[in-house]
């Protein structure tokens, strides 16, 4: 289960996985390719989360601009790159690059908005 964690943006905690591994996260549904971005996994950040099972923790500007989680039982996928070195090759970084008119270079695709929620006495 995706939880949020105060972590450097581009990394992951993934307590099953080796720090210093490079993995592509993702989270159903997959929107488009820039939903599908490689992190490392830097476990030393927090270390008491690395006896936490069943999560993964994410910077919450990471999880919304890439992969529209919002932690409300969110499930990222997160697999070692050398399982998917084809993918892997096609996957951008989670690393926000910029141009000199404040473009990220890392898209291909607009950013996509989560609209609100609507509680169900609403609909």
């Known amino acids: 289960m995706a939880q949020p964690a105060d972590i450097k943006p581009g990394t992951v905690i993934a307590p099953h996985i080796i720090s210093g591994t490079e993995v592509i996260v993702t989270r159903y549904p ?11 996994v830097d476990n030393d950040q927090i270390p008491e989360l690395i006896d936490t099972r069943g999560c993964v923790f994410i910077n919450p500007d990471d999880a919304m601009k890439y992969h529209q989680c919002d932690f409300d039982g969110d499930q990222l996928v997160c697999t070692p790159c050398d399982l998917l070195p084809t993918i892997a090759a096609e996957t951008r970084s989670a690393r926000v690059q910029l141009d000199s008119e404040g473009n990220d270079l890392n898209r291909d695709f607009n950013p996509v908005v989560k609209k609100e929620k609507k509680g169900l006495s609403s609909v």
């Open 30 to 40: 997959i929107i488009n390719k820039d939903n599908i971005r490689r992190y490392v």
